[in-house]
């Protein structure tokens, strides 16, 4: 038996191929595995960001693939179809961390009634998040529609949650006006939401071609082109959530609000410009977020299920947002996925569609 896998050049994202790769049959499967059918997961400019940074932040290790390439992780659903687990049954649908691929094995530990970890050597050493799948067999919340919502949003909004606790709990450094780049992606309009929702005064910088959406999305109470940030008024401090990792711009805005700029936090890298050395810049420094901390610094400040819960509730304010503004596009078959994957790498996904694939025919 074999498994497809879709695989790119680690040094040249836009070189990339379909594979065979050998599996075990359900007999040879080790104790406890699992042999798993990948059916669908999501593709948004987030999974090229694992692949930009697949060697700094150990993606590439997750799903070893051959010399000098690299299988992307994605966020999908898989069915189980053999199971070497006395507790997890053929038939199950977990939703995790996969490869772009038709199958994966898992080596099924920690199993509880909600969840289990693949145990495999190489996929330790990473946040745990990045291993544990969850048994959503029946889960209505993970079904149809609201399953894709899951597989396309939930990790994005899960940073987007974690960025506007970090930035409440301080006061949001002061600012009045928070700045979002890459207006338009998932995780700053997820943002932008929350954001709204309690009050701030929010303004999104995007391309031109992405104005008409971001602006429709009624979440950004301005919305500014990137080149006019430096025509936005100055009077009033402001805190500045990165996505586009864009240096010039992000050089730009330090120098047009100088001290005004209160905070400024990195997230994203979706313009994928390279890092130019900026210097000391105006205002505060520049620093990146990093979610686990914030994860563990909640964890512990409220308890056991205290993230869960909140988490929850602010993807109950954000669903409504999502059912108006997003599309999912579905698309099978490698020809597709190869599609679908130069498309976001090159930036050509109209920021309405949100892409559900599968590399099954
Ligand atoms: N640090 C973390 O833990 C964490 C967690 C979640 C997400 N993120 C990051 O947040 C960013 C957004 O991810 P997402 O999945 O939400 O994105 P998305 O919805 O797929 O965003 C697409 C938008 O990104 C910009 N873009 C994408 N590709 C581009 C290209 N090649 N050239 C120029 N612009 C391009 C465009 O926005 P504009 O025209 O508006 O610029 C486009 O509309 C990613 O870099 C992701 O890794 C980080």
Not at 108 to 120: F, I, P
Not at 310 to 330: D, I, K, N, T
Request: net charge neutral; proline share 6%; with cysteine.
């Amino acid at each position: 038996m074999t498994s497809t896998d879709f695989i790119v050049a680690r040094d040249d994202l836009e070189q990339c191929k379909v594979i065979a790769t050998e599996l075990p049959d359900a007999d040879s499967l080790p104790p406890d595995a699992l042999l798993v059918k990948i059916d669908r997961f999501a593709f948004t400019a987030n999974n090229i960001t694992y692949a930009v940074l697949g060697d700094e932040l150990k993606y590439w290790q997750l799903f070893p693939a051959p010399n000098g390439f690299g299988n992307i992780p994605v966020w999908g659903f898989g069915q189980v179809i053999a199971s070497k687990h006395p507790s997890v049954a053929v038939g199950e649908r977990l939703f995790g961390y996969f490869p772009m691929a038709t199958h994966l094995v898992i080596e099924a530990t920690d199993v509880s009634k909600r969840g289990l970890r693949d145990g495999a050597a190489h996929r330790q050493g990473v946040a745990p998040v990045y291993n544990a799948y969850a048994r959503v067999s029946g889960d209505p919340a993970y079904d149809g529609r609201q399953g894709d919502y899951q597989a396309l949003l939930r990790p994005l909004f899960m940073l987007s949650f974690l960025v506007d606790d970090f930035l409440a709990e301080t006061g949001d450094f002061g600012a009045r006006t928070v700045l979002l780049s890459s207006a338009s992606s998932k995780t700053a309009f997820g943002l932008a939401h929350l954001l709204h929702t309690r009050g701030c005064k929010v303004i999104g910088l995007t391309s031109a071609g992405n104005t008409g959406f971001v602006t429709s999305l009624g979440c950004y109470d301005e919305v500014a082109t990137y080149d006019r940030v430096t025509s936005l008024p100055t009077d009033t401090p402001v805190a500045f959530v990165d996505m586009a990792g864009n240096s010039a711009l992000r050089a730009g805005l330090h120098q047009h609000f100088g001290e005004q700029m209160k905070c400024s936090v990195r997230v994203g890298l979706t313009h994928r410009a390279t890092d130019a050395d900026e210097g000391a810049l105006p205002g505060a420094k520049p620093r990146w977020f990093f979610a686990p901390d914030q994860i563990r610094k909640r964890a512990k400040e409220w308890g056991p299920g205290g993230i869960e819960q909140r988490f929850g509730a602010a993807w109950s304010g954000f669903a409504p947002l999502l059912q108006r503004s997003l599309s999912v596009v579905e698309s099978r078959g490698p020809e597709a996925v190869r599609r679908i994957y130069l498309d976001t790498l090159k930036g050509r996904i109209p920021p309405e569609q949100g892409h559900m694939l599968s590399l099954l025919g």
